[in-house]
């Protein structure tokens, strides 16, 4: 996908990826920049998939779960977090995202993809009448969630951030937010 391909080489140093399922974005990763990657997921059958293509860079990949709502890192930890197309699903993405402003580093910032709310009104409309449905058999996946207001409400300021309807995408699953972000309380 040309999204991960957009975001996930802005990472740098130590790199929090939030739910790193399969490793999908692992290839993405600039060597040259990554000093290893923090990998979470509470899917430990997940890892395997993302073992083998972890196995396979210069850098490494550790794996940690999610045994609590915290994530279970020191404060000021990691340089980068990555989030990519996990926010539809984290059931209480506010507190996740206040979890991730903590782990990071004074300076540091959360490199984000995700889908969401549609600024056309009658996509948005359809994206809350489906949303129900879609949530049962898609995983938790909310398809109308408004992420720039999620990062605000999540203590972050959104540095950059561009918008659009993905190609070859349904429109109610077809807007997608990228960009990157620091806490509100980091220096910039």
């Known amino acids: 996908m040309k999204q991960r391909e957009k975001v996930v080489p802005r990472a740098s ?6 739910g790193i399922g399969t ?3 692992l290839p993405y990763y600039d060597a040259s920049k990554v000093k290893r990657v ?3 997921d509470p899917s430990e059958k997940s ?6 293509r972890a196995a396979q860079l210069a850098f490494p990949v550790e794996f940690i779960g999610l045994p609590s709502e915290t994530i ?4 000021d930890s990691v340089d980068t977090v990555v989030v990519t197309f996990s926010l539809c ?8 995202l206040y979890g991730m402003a903590r782990v990071l580093r004074p300076g540091g910032r959360l490199i984000f993809c995700e889908h969401g709310r549609a600024p056309d009104e009658s996509v948005y409309r359809w994206q809350n009448r489906i949303n129900p449905l879609w949530k049962r058999f898609a995983g938790g996946c909310h398809l109308n ?8 409400a999540g203590g972050f300021a959104v540095s950059d951030m561009e918008a659009d309807y993905l190609p070859s995408t349904p429109r109610i699953a077809g807007y997608n937010f990228w960009g990157s972000a620091r806490p509100i309380n980091s220096a910039s």
Do not use: K, S, Y
């Not at 969630?145 to 605000?152: A, C, F, G, S, T």
């Open 89 to 96: 699903t984290i059931p209480d993405p506010v507190t996740a």
């Open 38 to 40: 923090i990998g979470l």
């Open 23 to 25: 490793g999908l974005n």
């Open 47 to 52: 890892w395997d998939l993302a073992g083998e």
């Open 72 to 75: 279970p890192l020191e404060d």
């Open 13 to 18: 140093g130590t790199v929090l990826e939030i």
């Open 145 to 152: 969630r408004d992420i720039p207001q999620l990062l605000i």
